[in-house]
């Protein structure tokens, strides 16, 4: 499917089972491409009852598990709060399309295993850094730094040196348990909830 057969549909024609796959379809999109808005979710987490929000980016999505992954550094706070509270929240909105969806889930946590092997085997250079800090990442510093060496900064290291990214590398995958959709429209919005626990499709008053 190309990404232009996406835009300007009018969903007050689609029935909930084609909105449904419209989702996934635009979430397939979102991990392949950059530019796409649904390439950079807003994931929320919970800290001891406190909620936690950041950008991540959306590296691959499986419709037909219900999944999404991204990559994070195992060394960052999210990982510790979902390793004690798996509940997790991802936001996605094209401004264009102007759809929102929120998805809910449970998060798995990938570190080690078969699924980074393969994903680290692929990250290129230039985002294995991301692994080669020092210190944890959301550590304080005392001054400004990328908390880099001069070295890993300039990329002046070998593909086999950042091996010991991998170390810190982890994948979150993502259960989804539900999405809820959301159209804004001149004629009137419109809202879905797709809820997998029980299989429903149902729609609400936006
Ligand atoms: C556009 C963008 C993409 C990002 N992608 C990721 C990502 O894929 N994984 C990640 O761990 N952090 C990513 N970050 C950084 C996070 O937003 C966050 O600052 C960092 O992971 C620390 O989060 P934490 O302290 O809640 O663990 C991204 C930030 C931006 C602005």
């Given at each position: 499917m190309k990404d232009n057969e996406l835009i300007r549909k009018n969903y007050t024609e689609y029935n909930l089972n084609e909105l449904e796959q419209d989702c996934w379809t635009r979430l397939v999109i979102g991990a392949s491409k950059?530019?796409?808005?649904?390439h950079t979710p807003c994931v929320a987490t919970l800290n001891s009852g406190e909620v936690n929000m950041r950008t991540v980016v959306l590296r691959k999505t499986i419709p037909v598990d219900k999944e999404l992954r991204f990559h994070t550094d195992i060394r960052s706070p999210k990982w510790n709060e979902l390793s004690i509270n798996s509940s997790i929240s991802a936001l996605f909105y094209d401004s264009e399309e102007r759809i929102q969806l929120r998805v809910k889930g449970k998060a798995v946590l990938h570190h080690t295993n078969d699924m980074t092997a393969k994903a680290w085997e692929t990250t290129s250079l230039s985002s294995r850094k991301c692994y080669l800090t020092h210190f944890s990442p959301s550590s304080f510093s005392d001054?400004?730094?990328?908390?880099?060496?001069e070295e890993i900064e300039q990329e002046n290291f070998t593909l086999a040196e950042s091996e010991v990214g991998y170390e810190n590398f982890g994948i979150v995958s993502i259960q989804v348990q539900s999405i809820d959709w959301l159209w804004l429209n001149h004629a009137g919005h419109r809202r879905a909830f797709f809820d997998y626990s029980d299989g429903s499709f149902q729609w609400m008053i936006p």
């Open positions: 950059s530019r796409s808005p649904f001054g400004s730094t990328s908390g880099l060496s």
